[in-house]
């Protein structure tokens, strides 16, 4: 571990670090078992993710309505014909769906479905997320927890409260507040219902009871951060409900209890209607109000991802400027070989090692293996080549010293920013 690394051995060397090390995925919408049937996973699950119905409906002639009427077999067979049998499945999405059954041991050139159905149904979930963690090289993945919706809540109130069910260790929460925060109109009264004296209007006592539901969501979960994520034309400051709950509740909870703010921001909301969960779109944000609050709430932690390629650059320079600030992931519509490899090296170069480097974003326990494959083949790419860079200088590097930056880049960096002391 600490003989120097030479030319030789170098990429070699950068390769098995990054493959084997145990990541922290900061972002998924991915489940521990005890949550049922809102963890989804196996041939169908895989074939018909969002992106891969988007993708399906360029080529297909029937209305949205004739496919959200099929079922989940029918519409991932109309998705396995069109984009992988009469298109070659080269996009990220089309090819993460092989790469998983490639390293799930399965025999891609059959192009058997019914084989690889067969296979998903033969697995035990439990045995399987222990399979899906070792294959993805997980250590833990963080989950997006949703206090408002129902299904979720019961499992946290009934399940979990009551201490009838652990969640499991390998899964950690993520309060997810886009309801409270971006349907202030509705959620207001949810809040009432469950027994919080708020009222539409944010006096003192709807704000001082907002901060209770925040505790009391933080008690439950114990959440690694509070997310949203935020339509593209978010602005601080600013004179709306959406600010007030920002400023008067999240970030005073946040500060109290040290349980960072994630914003991801950049979304078009429901660009079509017609594709629902894959019906959403990208757009450029005004960065100034990241610098807003990182600059006016310098005590609080950021965690920060942005959605639109013209983004990344003045986000990387802003956390230059704040300590603050710690940007994470090539986020959705950025999680391709491509802009990974741009927004990578970038950050690198202006970053350095303080900073996460990605999240897989999965919505199915089976896209950690490929999600987290192929990423972690760019990385080790960009590394090697900025290793080389440094020693080309002359500067005398250990493997000790890669696998510390490695452990850094690929989530280490989250649990250090919650020990800092801002
Ligand atoms: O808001 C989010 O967390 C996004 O990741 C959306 O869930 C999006 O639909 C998605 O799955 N992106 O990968
Ligand atoms: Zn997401």
Same mark, same amino acid.
């Given at each position: 571990?600490?003989?120097?690394?030479?030319?030789?051995?170098?990429?070699?060397?950068?390769?098995?670090?990054?493959? @084997?090390?145990?990541?922290?995925?900061?972002?998924?919408?991915?489940?521990?078992?005890?949550?049922?049937?809102?963890?989804?996973?196996?041939?169908?699950?895989?074939?018909?993710?969002?992106?891969?119905?988007?993708?399906?409906?360029?080529?297909?002639?029937?209305?949205?309505?004739?496919?959200?009427?099929?079922?989940?077999?029918?519409?991932?067979?109309?998705?396995?014909?069109?984009?992988?049998?009469?298109?070659?499945?080269?996009?990220?999405?089309?090819?993460?769906?092989?790469?998983?059954?490639? $390293?799930?041991?399965?025999?891609?050139?059959?192009?058997?479905?019914?084989?690889?159905?067969?296979?998903?149904?033969?697995?035990?979930?439990?045995?399987?997320?222990?399979?899906?963690?070792?294959?993805?090289?997980?250590?833990?993945?963080?989950?997006?927890?949703?206090?408002?919706?129902?299904?979720?809540?019961?499992?946290?109130?009934?399940?979990?409260?009551?201490?009838?069910?652990?969640?499991?260790? $390998?899964? $950690?929460?993520?309060?997810?507040?886009?309801? #409270?925060?971006?349907?202030?109109?509705?959620?207001?009264?949810?809040? $009432?219902?469950?027994?919080?004296?708020?009222?539409?209007?944010?006096?003192?006592?709807?704000?001082?009871?907002?901060?209770?539901?925040?505790?009391?969501?933080?008690?439950?979960?114990?959440?690694?951060?509070?997310?949203?994520?935020?339509?593209?034309?978010?602005?601080?400051?600013?004179? @709306?409900?959406?600010?007030?709950?920002?400023?008067?509740?999240? #970030?005073?909870? @946040?500060?109290?209890?040290?349980?960072?703010?994630?914003?991801?921001?950049?979304?078009?909301?429901?660009?079509?209607?017609?594709?629902?969960?894959?019906?959403?779109?990208?757009?450029?944000?005004?960065?100034?109000?990241?610098?807003?609050?990182?600059?006016?709430?310098?005590?609080?932690?950021?965690?920060?991802?942005?959605?639109?390629?013209?983004?990344?650059?003045?986000?990387?320079?802003?956390?230059?400027?704040?300590?603050?600030?710690?940007?994470?992931?090539?986020?959705?519509?950025?999680?391709?070989?491509?802009?990974?490899?741009?927004?990578?090296?970038?950050?690198?170069?202006? #970053?350095?090692?303080?900073?996460?480097?990605?999240?897989?974003?999965?919505?199915?326990?089976?896209?950690?293996?490929?999600?987290?494959?192929? @990423?972690?083949?760019?990385?080790?790419?960009?590394?090697?080549?900025?290793?080389?860079?440094?020693?080309?200088?002359?500067?005398?590097?250990?493997?000790?010293?890669?696998?510390?930056?490695?452990?850094?880049?690929?989530?280490?960096?989250?649990?250090?920013?919650?020990?800092?002391?801002?």
């Amino acid at each position: 571990m600490t003989q120097p690394i030479t030319e030789e051995n170098l990429q070699k060397t950068v390769e098995q670090v990054v493959q @084997s090390m145990k990541v922290t995925d900061i972002h998924t919408h991915l489940y521990a078992p005890v949550f049922g049937d809102i963890l989804l996973w196996g041939f169908d699950e895989l074939v018909t993710y969002h992106y891969l119905k988007a993708e399906t409906m360029r080529w297909v002639d029937i209305s949205y309505d004739q496919y959200w009427q099929m079922s989940k077999v029918e519409q991932a067979d109309l998705i396995w014909q069109t984009l992988f049998v009469e298109n070659t499945p080269y996009s990220e999405a089309c090819r993460g769906v092989l790469t998983t059954l490639q $390293r799930l041991g399965l025999d891609v050139k059959s192009r058997d479905v019914q084989t690889y159905r067969e296979y998903f149904e033969s697995k035990k979930l439990e045995d399987y997320v222990r399979q899906v963690f070792d294959l993805a090289g997980l250590k833990c993945a963080v989950m997006t927890n949703d206090p408002f919706n129902p299904q979720e809540r019961t499992v946290w109130l009934d399940k979990i409260k009551q201490a009838k069910a652990e969640v499991d260790p $390998r899964f $950690r929460a993520a309060l997810r507040l886009d309801v #409270l925060l971006c349907s202030w109109e509705q959620s207001w009264d949810l809040l $009432r219902q469950w027994g919080f004296d708020v009222t539409h209007d944010l006096n003192e006592r709807t704000i001082e009871e907002v901060q209770r539901f925040l505790r009391e969501w933080i008690r439950i979960m114990d959440p690694v951060y509070m997310a949203v994520s935020l339509p593209f034309d978010f602005q601080l400051p600013e004179e @709306s409900a959406r600010a007030q709950l920002i400023e008067s509740c999240i #970030l005073p909870v @946040s500060r109290e209890t040290n349980v960072p703010f994630a914003l991801m921001v950049g979304v078009k909301r429901q660009l079509n209607p017609g594709l629902k969960d894959a019906g959403d779109g990208v757009g450029k944000m005004d960065i100034s109000s990241i610098d807003y609050l990182c600059s006016q709430y310098p005590h609080n932690k950021f965690l920060v991802t942005l959605l639109a390629r013209e983004n990344q650059h003045e986000l990387a320079v802003l956390a230059r400027k704040f300590r603050n600030l710690l940007p994470f992931g090539c986020w959705w519509f950025l999680n391709n070989p491509s802009l990974i490899e741009e927004i990578t090296s970038m950050r690198l170069e202006l #970053l350095g090692n303080s900073v996460i480097l990605q999240h897989s974003d999965a919505r199915v326990l089976d896209q950690l293996i490929y999600k987290w494959d192929h @990423s972690r083949k760019i990385i080790a790419q960009i590394l090697t080549r900025k290793y080389r860079d440094v020693m080309a200088t002359g500067w005398v590097l250990t493997e000790a010293e890669i696998r510390r930056d490695v452990e850094k880049l690929m989530g280490g960096n989250l649990w250090s920013f919650l020990e800092r002391k801002l």
